[in-house]
């Protein structure tokens, strides 16, 4: 009796450490903001595996940053290109919604870059419009749209209107800084199913480019980069995964000229 009582205990005892251990995993994996060196380095890595010419394209673009900013100890270390990466981005900031969030949230970018808000849209961003316009960026690149798809009703023309009157007012008192503007990411088909109103997307990303056209900004097509990945939408069909993040990042320092 005495030894099957030992033998009970030790069962527990090991059975509460496992689920410990287990508690402490999931604790880490949802603190996503403080993401280790080695998880952002793999998503790195994800990203690069898709095609031999998106693996060529976005390698030499790295390898190109690398050159141009080399690390602070006087090396170029090929072991962290996302943070040759975070040194380009320092001195911009990204404005936007939930998508923008994941650059800070999967640990890509710091704080002092992004500036995003869950469920954003251009009528709910006057705040960080503000502290965008007291830090004067170099470049400011801005993620709107989905949100403002349902918040506006699908009324391009309303659209246009907000998102150009924010660009002009933001231009006006950073007449130096760049601004660069990223189209809407596609949500899936299931996504649009569920949502028909999604459907928009496409007509809202015509104005985002008519708006980029006439004041001769830079446009990152994000809808290329699902069209060509799919596989990149969380289940959702509108949320991306991490590793959209590393290949649209790519995309926004060339558009910026920071690599240059």
Same mark, same amino acid.
Do not use: C
């Given at each position: 009796m005495v030894k099957n009582k030992k033998l009970f205990v030790t069962f527990i005892f090991f059975v509460a450490l496992l689920l410990i251990t287990?508690?402490? &995993?999931?604790?880490?994996? &949802?603190?996503? !903001? &403080?993401?280790? /060196?080695? /998880?952002?380095? /793999? @998503?790195?890595?994800? !990203? =690069? @595996?898709?095609?031999? /010419?998106?693996? !060529?394209? =976005?390698q030499q673009e790295i390898e190109e940053v690398e050159k141009l900013y080399p690390s602070t100890n006087g090396s170029n270390d090929a072991e962290d290109p996302m943070s040759r990466i975070r040194q380009v981005m320092d001195n911009s900031i990204i404005i936007g919604d939930s998508i923008t969030e994941g650059f800070k949230a999967y640990g890509f970018l710091d704080d002092n870059v992004v500036y995003s808000k869950i469920g954003a849209s251009l009528t709910t961003v006057d705040d960080l419009f503000d502290s965008a316009s007291e830090a004067k960026p170099e470049c400011l690149f801005l993620a709107f749209g989905m949100n403002d798809i349902g918040n506006l009703g699908g009324k391009t023309k309303d659209f246009k209107k907000i998102y150009t009157e924010k660009i002009d007012t933001f231009m006006k008192s950073n007449p130096k800084t760049k601004v660069v503007l990223l189209t809407i990411v596609p949500p899936s088909e299931n996504a649009i199913s569920e949502k028909p109103i999604l459907k928009n997307y496409d007509e809202y990303n015509k104005v985002i480019l008519e708006i980029a056209s006439k004041k001769k900004l830079q446009v990152v097509d994000t809808v290329k980069i699902l069209k060509d990945h799919p596989d990149l939408h969380e289940p959702d069909g509108i949320h991306v995964r991490s590793s959209f993040y590393p290949i649209v990042l790519n995309q926004m320092i060339v558009k910026a000229g920071l690599n240059k």
């Open positions: 287990f508690i402490l &995993n999931l604790v880490d994996w &949802n603190g996503s !903001a &403080n993401v280790k /060196k080695s /998880k952002i380095d /793999k @998503e790195l890595k994800v !990203a =690069l @595996e898709y095609s031999p /010419k998106d693996i !060529a394209d =976005l």
